[in-house]
DNA sequence: CCGTATCCTTAACGATACTG
DNA sequence: CAGTATCGTTAAGGATACGG
């Protein structure tokens, strides 16, 4: 009894991810998006185009080395398109592609939701500390 | 000219959080909640209780000492309660807060996003990968 | 201007062993 | 069962200097 071919009009990159899998490639994936500068380049992008310079301004706090890697992943994963303008001084601009604008979003609502709870977040915080000196 | 008293009503927690500051306390708690494990925790918990043994199991390949701290965290700011019975043997029941169900449900969005491209976003990889041999 | 390369430091992580 | 403690390892991150 072999195996059946498979109707092959696809690659069959047809598969069920699921991110509580160990190996599932989703995983890595979702750090990309959720790491600690994939989510605040993404969320700034999410405000339009960006050149390298001013985006690594509008991040606060992001070195160089930690924005191009950031940048490199997410261009690999398809979320971010790099426009190359071979001019002098060359100049290159950073969009989101239409997933990158589905994920942005997402990510958009989390800050919001989280950043308008942060008041109570502090209270709890503080709360739990006292409980547990 | 001295600052004049402010309204003092509520002890002042009230502030702009912005997480593309580098010192704003809003970061830290994103960080939290997108981590590596703590996303996981939260959506796990999203699907109702669990015990830390069964969210271990749930949560592949978190250790021990991650997933505890991972809890402590997401307890400290208010994401989960823990539910300690006291009897022989112990049992500890983890489960979302309201804020936790706000946040888990967002996360939820985002993996299901990202859960859902994953096909499309292999064959972006791939394609990525031979472009920068 | 837009990065990459290098070096070094710190923080995250995992495995194991052990306690209430 | 539900963790904490300890140790060693790996990965993430920052600073700086240099190249296209």
């Not at 047809?14 to 490639?25: H, K």
């Not at 261009?75 to 942005?104: C, M, N, S, W």
């Given at each position: 009894m072999s195996v059946p071919d498979l109707p092959?009009?696809?690659?069959?990159?047809?598969f069920a991810a699921d991110v509580?899998?160990?190996?599932?490639?989703s995983r890595e994936v979702i750090h990309t998006v959720t790491g600690r500068w994939g989510t605040l380049a993404l969320v700034a992008l999410g405000e339009g185009p960006y050149r390298f310079s001013a985006l690594r301004r509008r991040v606060d706090g992001v070195s160089e080395r930690m924005l191009s890697q950031t940048l490199q992943q997410l261009e690999r994963d398809g979320f971010v398109h790099r426009d190359v303008q071979e001019t002098i001084p060359p100049k290159v601009e950073y969009t989101l592609t239409a997933r990158g604008v589905q994920v942005a979003a997402q990510l958009q609502s989390l800050i919001d939701l989280v950043e308008a709870q942060m008041p109570d977040i502090l209270t709890d915080q503080a709360a739990y500390d006292a409980r547990h000196p």
């Amino acid at each position: 009894m072999s195996v059946p071919d498979l109707p092959e009009s696809e690659p069959s990159l047809d598969f069920a991810a699921d991110v509580f899998e160990r190996a599932c490639p989703s995983r890595e994936v979702i750090h990309t998006v959720t790491g600690r500068w994939g989510t605040l380049a993404l969320v700034a992008l999410g405000e339009g185009p960006y050149r390298f310079s001013a985006l690594r301004r509008r991040v606060d706090g992001v070195s160089e080395r930690m924005l191009s890697q950031t940048l490199q992943q997410l261009e690999r994963d398809g979320f971010v398109h790099r426009d190359v303008q071979e001019t002098i001084p060359p100049k290159v601009e950073y969009t989101l592609t239409a997933r990158g604008v589905q994920v942005a979003a997402q990510l958009q609502s989390l800050i919001d939701l989280v950043e308008a709870q942060m008041p109570d977040i502090l209270t709890d915080q503080a709360a739990y500390d006292a409980r547990h000196p």
